[in-house]
């Protein structure tokens, strides 16, 4: 029999109620689509929010209405019609199913090619989960020894009713909302996502992970992200989910921003599979998120992971600017496109501080009909003296009707600078399918394992767990791909 | 075990084998010689089922199975191993990686489970120690800047870690220095038993001194024209094609 207090836990985790955890309050109502003044008022207003946030959300929505739409990606974007968005919809609670038997068999069969466990793949389709105590006292155990570090790691919302000073003093510091078009929009209208603080000295234990926010699929088409890490504090943020995401919002703009002060060093990791679209390239994510971290003190580091194997478009540029003296920016990449996905994605590194150093690995793999470009900026400004970058751009092709390209733009205006750039474009080839065939492997494995082999230089960089699904979810997003 | 009948085949519309007769049964090594360009190598991919080549006449029959209704993989697991001429580089995957994938997939064709990490790295020990193969080489990607000899000692490795029961060397001497050889033949031989059967091809006698066939034949535009004894590659020697035009 179980006890009360079982109970009692099992109803904590299950509803979400847990004290760090990230319930947000489901409501039902809903705006009529379209977007203007009275819309962002409605928004703030339904959020309780304090009047300074309203005002950055009007701001940064007049400054909106006089951009334009960014035309310089190597994109092919239809139109959006933003007046068709519902700009406020209380997360729907999602119908919820008694097994995974009522859950459609092929979303199945990819979370067990992935190696996703049964209770996790419950928890991402929504069937209602039967915690085991096991799941539960991990997650009691989390939250308490952040508590004890005193680190903060709820959502954005969560965040701006308990430490709105925290979330004044650094909201907008790094992605100012007059950046571009789509961070705009977001900082207008954004809906919920995360927020952490990690306080002076502290290296935080374990990895910060959306796994343990119960709402992380709700939390809209403009999730809003804000990391700051406190003068010598360590942490490993992890964003997204190797499991298929699909979402009825076409539009997705999100913003990440991350800042870390003197000798403080922030790892972010990203696995990105929202839906791509079908094979005929109709449907799919359009994914337009501006990503930034500003390594504010001496010696501050802020790494970028991430692999891209989803959305139909992409156009994401995590970037880090570099102005303490002596601070590091790293940014590591993989994005695969398959069938019709478009990917323009790359990395800026802006050396402000002396002795700044930057890396940047990117691997693009095309396959199908797609397209894949890397767009990179390295900048290095008058102070930036001894600045240091290193550059590896790297594009592997399979198949003959697909596209990948370059950008890599560099300005230094210090000449004590040194900036190295690298860059191939290479096939994989039917001799070495047919090597890889002889020895009993078959052409899909052989194609994972060339693919992981190509990458790995940007997946050793991944946390243990999101490593081993990193690479299975290589291989299987280039399904089909050759043959 | 291995049967051709008749066979034809061609690359890109130009017919290379053109009407091949060869047999090979369990426990043989055979010798196929011949000069450059009269389809020795052709010959050995089609056996291994490369795409590229197709066959428009004649049978390949292997342990009973129609050999050309087998996919490559499935030949491999079936038992099929080819020792390349020109091995392929695949940058990034490390040899340790590949031949675990390799050797785990023919397992799970033969129902078997995967080999668990520890046993299977044991495993490799030991068969690089049978080929003398560095240690260091396992670790980096596959054929990735090796030697031309390095090359040709690790496709051998591959087979004594694969165990096939039909392997085909496709000039696995050339290239390689008088030690080097050495361990190769005695790699091969150390393998060999009752039950599998080899056939290498080559240009020079000298390997035979190392392996010592059971047949030797010789390929000429696309036909096998002579067949004999291990005598027969002293012949040739001695002789030179020229001889074999004459017949
Ligand atoms: N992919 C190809 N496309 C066109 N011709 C080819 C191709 N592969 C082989 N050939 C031709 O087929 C013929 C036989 O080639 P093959 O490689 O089988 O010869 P070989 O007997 O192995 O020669 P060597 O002793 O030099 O290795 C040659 O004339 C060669 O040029
Ligand atoms: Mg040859």
Redesign the pocket.
């Known amino acids: 029999m179980a006890s009360d207090e079982t109970n009692n836990i099992l109803d904590e985790v299950t509803t979400g109620e847990y004290k760090y955890g990230f319930f947000t309050e489901v409501e039902t109502e809903t705006i009529p689509p379209g977007l203007s003044e009275e819309t962002i008022r409605i928004i703030s207003e339904k959020k309780m929010e304090p009047e300074w946030l309203l005002e950055f959300r009007l701001k940064a929505y007049r400054k909106w209405l006089t951009m334009p739409e960014p035309k310089w990606a190597h994109l092919q974007i239809p139109p959006i019609d933003f007046q068709e968005i519902i700009y406020y919809a209380a997360p729907k609670p999602k119908k919820e199913l008694t097994s995974l038997d009522e859950v459609d068999p092929e979303l199945l069969d990819t979370f067990n090619r992935l190696g996703i466990s049964l209770d996790e793949q419950k928890r991402l389709s929504g069937v209602a989960v039967d915690a085991v105590f096991d799941s539960v006292s991990v997650k009691t155990t989390f939250s308490e020894t952040l508590a004890r570090e005193g680190i903060i790691f709820c959502s954005f919302s969560e965040a701006v009713q308990n430490h709105p000073e925290l979330v004044k003093q650094y909201l907008g510091t790094v992605v100012p909302y007059a950046d571009n078009y789509f961070a705009a929009l977001n900082s207008a209208v954004f809906s919920d996502g995360s927020f952490c603080y990690i306080p002076k000295g502290v290296k935080c234990p374990v990895e910060l992970s959306t796994y343990f926010r119960i709402n992380a699929a709700n939390t809209g088409q403009f999730e809003r992200t804000l990391i700051v890490a406190d003068e010598g504090a360590y942490v490993s943020y992890m964003e997204g989910c190797t499991a298929p995401m699909r979402d009825e919002n076409q539009l997705h703009a999100a913003i990440v921003e991350i800042v870390a002060m003197k000798d403080a060093e922030v790892k972010y990791s990203t696995v990105q599979n929202w839906y791509p679209g079908d094979k005929e390239g109709k449907g799919g994510i359009y994914n337009f998120v501006t990503k930034r971290g500003l390594c504010k003190g001496e010696r501050s580091r802020i790494s970028w992971t991430q692999v891209e194997t989803g959305s139909a478009i992409t156009w994401k540029y995590p970037s880090c600017i570099l102005m303490g003296d002596h601070s590091v920016g790293e940014f590591y990449s993989v994005a695969v496109t398959n069938n019709h996905q478009q990917a323009d994605t790359g990395t800026k590194m802006i050396h402000l501080g002396k002795n700044t150093r930057s890396t940047i690995i990117s691997k693009g793999i095309s396959a199908g009909k797609s397209n894949n470009s890397y767009r990179g900026l390295v900048r290095v400004a008058k102070n930036a003296v001894n600045a240091r970058n290193f550059s590896q751009c790297d594009s592997l092709l399979l198949g003959s009707q697909c596209g990948a390209h370059t950008f890599p733009y560099i300005r230094t205006e210090n000449n004590t600078s040194i900036i190295e750039h690298e860059a191939t474009t290479s096939k994989i080839s039917d001799d070495q399918l047919f090597y890889c065939n002889q020895r009993g492997i078959d052409t899909e494995s052989a194609i994972g394992l060339i693919v992981n082999g190509y990458a790995r230089e940007v997946l050793n960089h991944l946390p243990m767990e999101f490593a081993v699904e990193a690479q299975k979810l290589l291989a299987i997003s280039l399904e089909g791909s050759v043959g | 075990m291995l049967n051709i009948q008749d066979l034809h085949v061609q690359?890109?519309g130009?017919e290379?084998i053109k009407g091949l007769h060869f047999s090979v049964n369990k426990g043989e090594v055979h010798a196929i010689m011949?000069?450059?360009?009269?389809?020795?190598?052709?010959?050995?991919?089609v056996i291994a089922g490369k795409e590229?080549?197709e066959v428009t006449g004649g049978s390949i029959t292997y342990k009973g199975l129609n050999l050309l209704d087998l996919a490559p993989e499935d030949r491999a697991r079936e038992g099929i191993f080819l020792g390349f001429?020109y091995p392929v580089e695949i940058p990034g995957v490390s040899m340790t990686n590949f031949m675990r994938t390799a050797i785990n997939e023919q397992r799970k064709y033969k129902g078997l489970p995967p080999m668990a990490a520890g046993d299977f790295l044991r495993y490799m020990k030991e068969k690089q120690q049978l080929v003398e193969l560095q240690d260091k080489l396992s670790n980096r990607s596959v054929n990735e800047g090796f030697s031309g000899g390095e090359k040709k000692r690790n496709e051998i490795f591959q087979m004594a870690m694969l165990e096939p029961e039909l392997a085909i060397l496709?000039?696995t001497d050339s290239g390689l220095d008088i030690d080097a050889l050495k361990i190769v033949a005695n790699g091969v031989n150390k393998l060999r038993r009752p039950d599998n059967a080899t056939v290498v091809?080559t240009?020079y006698q000298r390997l035979l001194d190392f392996i010592v066939p059971d047949f030797v034949h010789v390929?000429y535009e696309?036909r096998i024209v002579k067949s004999g004894g291990k005598e027969l590659a002293l012949e040739l020697e001695e002789k030179g094609y020229e001889w074999i035009k004459g017949i």
Do not use: V
């Not at chain 2, 011949?34 to 991919?45: D, V």
């Open positions: 690359i890109n130009k290379i011949g000069p450059n360009g009269t389809g020795k190598s052709t010959l050995a991919n590229q080549y001429q496709d000039e091809i240009h390929l696309g």
